[in-house]
């Protein structure tokens, strides 16, 4: 998807500074999500009843389900944003964020309308306990009611990164996990509320966010460059953010499947592998905060290259980018080598589950240097409005992935299994930099 290319170029310098100065927040502000699912779990778990924490546990996964799959409002709005930021076009940008505000409060009915159906068969698929599914529903029922204020903060996020303004997303995020570890320990341990006062806790601060975040934006904003309703509601610029959301969310979706067929194939190991692999698995997701952060910083920067027609930053946007990814890619790679058996030690007590997840150490601390190509790409191409072309990579990556775990699976076991992961991670980035220069002329196409 190539955004119309504006009437006048319009420069500007991609440096260090500016790449850190959006990653650097970024990156900070995702790395507040764990230390909230730790507050939750301490909260809870401190009641000293495992069907409680169990529930809590389920219930939290079903939510990163659902909202890691529709996240993409976040994604598509910075990289319409930062290529309307690009033009210098204040009109477009409100627009944007408009749409992605009225298209987020209508996926947050919907989501409401759908949730007696997820209820009804959600909970007993994860667990066959009725007390733990028990928990699960009371958790999901509170925090399903403000979805719109989810999805809104979704919108409110994108746009701010759009713009470039990373410390702004800092604080966002600041607030929004602030808020809610703050009213977790205020509700579930002061009051004694338990699950309830966590869901509680969770739903407020999203309200909270959203209200603090709308009026960030309204600070940031012209009254006089604000659009009209034909504006917003034009049907090629919702037709184009609907396939823009429609694409990230099919990669999502099977990104989300390559990780659930990991653990699928693991679980035929038996349970000690297959408790190694989960633990192992936090050190690729430690990994992906920070590069997160780096590929937030691509999208917003290609994003606005692109909007304002300039090749040499975009070209610049791919060198600094791709050079702070393997930079902290291989720091944190080095890291995992020299603490990561202190850290698995940490995460689990088993001496069997300990001595297994030492042995493949290796393969989860290359995560992130097979994984950094890939997270940058997706930053340019999901900036760059490239949406096709990156949800098509992911299909080939993914048939890859299986056919290498059909393959080394049989042959080295868990080995395989992790080898499998880190081609898959590194197809990913190859696929997509083999197109940047095709797609590259196409978008800035005199």
Not at 115 to 131: H, K, R, V
Not at 306 to 332: C, I
Not at 384 to 402: G, H, K, L, P, Q
Request: aromatic share 10%; charged share 10%.
């Amino acid at each position: 998807m190539v955004e119309r290319q504006p009437e006048a170029v319009r420069p500007f310098e991609v440096t260090h500074r500016l790449v850190l100065g959006i990653a650097v927040p970024m990156t900070l502000g995702f790395l507040t999500t764990p230390l909230l699912g730790l507050t939750d779990t301490a909260v809870v778990g401190h009641l000293g009843h495992p069907e409680a924490l169990a529930g809590l546990a389920i219930g939290a996964i079903l939510f990163d389900l659902i909202y890691g799959s529709l996240s993409f409002f976040r994604t598509s709005t910075t990289g319409l944003v930062a290529q309307a930021f690009g033009r210098g076009d204040e009109r477009e940008q409100q627009a944007v964020f408009y749409r992605a505000l009225v298209s987020a409060f209508a996926l947050g009915l919907l989501m409401l309308a759908l949730s007696p159906l997820i209820l009804s068969f959600a909970p007993e698929l994860m667990t066959g306990d009725a007390e733990v599914s028990a928990v699960t529903r009371q958790y999901f029922r509170i925090r399903v009611l403000t979805s719109p204020a989810t999805f809104a903060n979704f919108a409110i996020l994108g746009f701010v990164l759009g713009r470039g303004k990373g410390s702004l997303a800092l604080l966002l995020q600041i607030v929004l996990n602030g808020t809610n570890i703050v009213l977790a320990i205020l509700f579930g341990l002061v009051l004694g509320w338990g699950v309830t006062g966590v869901a509680l806790a969770t739903a407020a601060a999203e309200v909270v966010g959203m209200i603090v975040g709308l009026v960030i934006v309204s600070r940031q904003v012209s009254l006089s460059h604000r659009p009209s309703r034909p504006d917003i509601l034009d049907p090629n610029k919702l037709r184009q953010l609907f396939q823009l959301n429609a694409d990230i969310l099919i990669r999502s979706l099977i990104l989300n499947g390559a990780f659930a067929l990991l653990t699928r194939v693991g679980s035929s190991f038996g349970a000690v592998t297959l408790a190694a692999n989960a633990v192992l698995m936090n050190i690729f997701m430690l990994s992906a905060f920070f590069l997160d952060g780096l590929a937030g910083a691509a999208e917003q920067l290609a994003g606005r290259a692109v909007g304002a027609g300039f090749r040499p930053a975009f070209d610049r946007t791919l060198r600094l980018t791709g050079f702070w990814s393997l930079a902290m890619a291989g720091m944190v790679g080095l890291f995992f080598i020299a603490f990561g058996q202190p850290m698995i030690h940490m995460l689990t007590t088993s001496p069997h589950v300990q001595e297994t997840a030492a042995t493949y150490l290796p393969w989860a601390a290359l995560t992130g240097l097979t994984g950094a190509l890939a997270f940058q790409m997706d930053g340019v191409f999901i900036g760059a409005t490239w949406s096709r072309e990156m949800r098509n990579m992911m299909v080939v990556s993914f048939i890859i992935y299986c056919l290498s775990l059909a393959v080394t699976v049989p042959l080295l076991g868990n080995h395989g299994l992790w080898l499998s992961l880190n081609l898959f991670l590194l197809m990913r980035g190859f696929f997509l930099a083999a197109m940047v220069p095709r797609k590259a002329r196409q978008s800035f196409a005199p």
